[in-house]
């Protein structure tokens, strides 16, 4: 998978400012965890709401005006065109802020940013998701992506893992995908919890006993960095080459747009590179800097 | 390594202006350009407002403390205000609209601007920063008295020449030798007044003061095949902690540094309405890349290596250029000594990776 070329893509507002966020009205929100919410959202704006477009994998830099920015996925899907959604962990000052509006308040968001997930790679293959807590929300966009093509692609195999069955995100996703033949689900959690009957243990030991075979097929993981860390290997041990295995990068992003400098890994830029790399991109960096 | 974009017009249209005229000259251009000169009325030298009479300048200026790029990457600017009414939030952008001159712009400094007007540019133009640039015309003054930490000349930067301004001069004596650089500065010209044409004995005396100052430059830096052999040792922890030792991470090496540009992202807010900001950051605090849970450069060795490889491996890769001027600030102001080139002269030779 080579780096994808982001210097074609659409642009809101075209021409424009690139730092003038968008308004757009949050919808509805999900609790998801105790700290941890999905928000729903849509541009004020309606001929932008027409126009948006965006691509699996892809971010925005969300703003809560007087508190100010912070980079999410873009959590839905772009095949489901209702409205936009984000994950947001509570973990810092946006997003506390972020966590206190309710339905009906305005955000600014700027974007779709970044480069995406390699569809035309991942068409015909046979796909294993990887994810661990909230590292599930991007490859939620492209689980919803494939299925909503579901012809497109071979078996689908998802394991997804959280500390506690409290820490589960998208529950709801899990029952649909539980529950859709066409997909393998496993859920796990790291230790045994009271009232959980599923299965325990970490992401990386279960992937290695479900053994998804690497045979025209391809991983594609996100999670805590510690997750990620100890996947990797694992795939290896099953077969899977550095190609085959692609991640989405989290990084402390300020622009999104490959200028304020933080977001680097030698010479790429998680926001203007990535966030989508994979493995073989990024492996001689996993020791040192990520 | 960089490649000159902009060619020098020829040497006919040199004219020349005696050094008691420059005040006339700068007053004649506050009528269309505010004009920014070196200043030392903050206690800091920089680029400021000229206040109309003052040229002193012309007899202290070495360089200033704070690089010019203030002036168009400012250590902090509004980008955009914004206010909440029934309506709900309404944004007015801030545009950069003044028209500007900096005189006395120093080579490394109008290179420095060429090189980070590459990420400006790329993929997304930056509105602010772009059209800030436009609307400035540098005035160039060739060194006639360099730094004994100045080494412009090793990253192929001449102290009295450049083709990254729009007018230069040239000290000869009595009075400044002024060259077009581009059409801007031609268009400059011609709203000048007080010019006489220069003489080939100007031209010459012109050339012996460039050479005079070139030859000041006595500090050198090898940088052949510098970005492969960091590469080599970007996982030479040991040396990287030496580097790093005596590093007190305050940053000034690059708040002053005029390639620097990294920035941050901040609201002010009072009374309902606010303002996005963006201000100077740096890649020597821990702050600046601390994640929730992880940080990746964390450590303070870390944080140099990022900054010695960003400009001597990482730029070059990206636009193929060396993100260093050798305009020396790095080294004069740093209160614990820490020397670039120092650093550099001692990168380990490692095998390739």
């Known amino acids: 998978m080579a780096i994808t070329d982001i210097s074609n893509r659409k642009k809101f507002p075209a021409n424009g400012n690139v730092y003038l966020p968008n308004i757009a009205v949050i919808e509805k929100i999900i609790e998801e965890t105790a700290d941890t919410r999905t928000f729903h959202f849509n541009f004020k704006d309606e001929k932008l709401r027409e126009q948006f477009t965006f691509e699996s994998g892809q971010f925005g830099e ?229 | 390594m960089y490649r000159r974009k902009r060619k020098i017009l020829s040497g006919d249209n040199m004219k020349k202006i005696k050094k008691k005229d420059i005040g006339k000259l700068l007053s004649k251009w506050q009528a269309d350009f505010t004009v920014f000169t070196p200043s030392r009325a903050t206690g800091v030298a920089r680029m400021e407002e000229w206040d109309g009479k003052d040229t002193d300048f012309l007899t202290w200026y070495r360089n200033t403390v704070i690089p010019p790029k203030n002036n168009i990457l400012p250590n902090m600017e509004a980008m955009f205000r914004f206010q909440k009414d029934e309506a709900g939030y309404q944004l007015e952008p801030v545009t950069p609209e003044q028209k500007q001159i900096i005189f006395g712009i120093r080579p490394c400094d109008a290179r420095a601007l060429t090189i980070i007007d590459m990420v400006f540019k790329d993929t997304y133009e930056d509105r602010y920063y772009l059209t800030r640039r436009q609307n400035t015309v540098l005035v160039g003054l060739g060194c006639t008295n360099p730094y004994e930490s100045c080494f412009c000349t090793s990253l192929g930067i001449h102290p009295a020449q450049s083709a990254d301004v729009d007018l230069m001069l040239t000290d000869i004596g009595n009075e400044l030798l002024i060259e077009e650089i581009t059409d801007k500065g031609k268009e400059l010209l011609g709203k000048s007044s007080g010019l006489t044409d220069a003489s080939s004995n100007d031209e010459d005396s012109a050339k012996q003061s460039r050479e005079t100052a070139y030859q000041k430059v006595t500090r050198k830096l090898d940088t052949t095949g510098i970005a492969d052999k960091l590469q080599a040792s970007f996982e030479d922890k040991d040396f990287w902690e030496k580097v790093a030792a005596k590093c007190i991470t305050c940053g000034i090496c690059t708040f002053l540094c005029p390639t620097c540009y990294c920035f941050d992202i901040n609201d002010e807010i009072s009374k309902g309405s606010g303002a996005r900001f963006r201000n100077w950051d740096s890649c020597s605090f821990s702050l600046y890349t601390k994640m929730p849970a992880e940080n990746p450069r964390e450590e303070k060795w870390q944080r140099v290596r990022q900054k010695v490889c960003h400009k001597y491996e990482f730029y070059p890769r990206l636009f193929d250029t060396i993100a260093c001027t050798g305009c020396g600030r790095c080294i004069r102001f740093c209160p614990v000594n820490w020397d670039i080139t120092q650093t550099l002269e001692s990168v380990p030779e490692h095998s390739a990776v």
């Open chain 1, 62 to 290: 969300y703003s809560v005006f007087g508190v100010g920015e912070a980079t999410f996925c873009i959590s839905s899907s772009p095949t489901r065109r209702d409205h936009l959604e984000c994950c947001v962990k509570r973990v810092g000052r946006v997003t506390n802020a972020m966590h206190r509006l309710g339905v009906g308040a305005e955000i600014g968001v700027r974007g779709p940013y970044g480069n995406s997930f390699p569809l035309d790679y991942l068409k015909g293959k046979n796909l294993v998701f990887v994810a661990g807590g909230i590292g599930l929300a991007p490859l939620r966009s492209l689980i919803w992506n494939v299925l909503d093509n579901r012809n497109d692609y071979g078996n689908i195999d998802i394991i997804y893992g959280a500390r506690t069955p409290g820490d589960l995100c998208f529950t709801y996703d899990l029952d649909a995908w539980e529950k859709d033949s066409s997909v393998k689900m496993t859920t796990t959690i790291d230790r045994e919890h009271e009232g959980w009957s599923g299965r325990v243990g970490f992401v990386p030991q279960v992937l290695e006993q479900a053994a998804p075979s690497a045979k025209n097929a391809a991983a594609i993981v996100c999670g805590p960095p510690v997750m990620i860390r100890f996947t990797f290997p694992v795939l290896e041990k099953l077969g899977f080459t550095p190609e085959q295995m692609i991640t989405t990068l989290e990084k402390r992003m300020k622009c999104g747009i490959g200028k304020c400098g933080r977001c680097n890994i030698g010479d790429l830029y998680v926001c203007r590179d990535g966030p989508v790399f994979s493995f073989a991109q990024i492996k001689d960096f996993i020791s040192s800097e990520y």
